[in-house]
């Protein structure tokens, strides 16, 4: 990959992680601790469920990544 290439959620460089439930199942359905679905940047804290949605603040530093499907469809 040269640096002009656009980069993927997958590349090693990127950080993102997969957010759990921290409330009981009466308050968001989720057991406690169970994957929400919910994907996190962990360059601003933005999130979305579906990384290709996420609306990074201005100045992230991952704000350009998106998935290979995404590129080619948008």
Same mark, same amino acid.
């Given at each position: 990959m040269n640096d002009e290439d656009p980069l /993927?959620?997958?590349h090693?460089?990127?950080q993102?992680?997969?957010?759990?439930?921290? /409330?009981?199942p009466t308050v +968001?359905?989720?057991p406690l601790e169970a994957l929400t679905g919910e994907v996190e940047c962990m360059a601003?804290? /933005? /999130?979305?469920m579906n990384v290709d949605?996420? +609306?990074?603040d201005d100045e992230c530093d991952q704000a350009d990544v998106h998935s290979?499907?995404?590129r080619e469809t948008h």
């Open positions: /993927s959620f997958t090693p460089t990127t993102f992680r997969l957010l759990r439930s921290h /409330s009981p +968001d359905g989720f601003c804290g /933005s /999130s979305a949605e996420i +609306d990074h290979r499907y995404w």
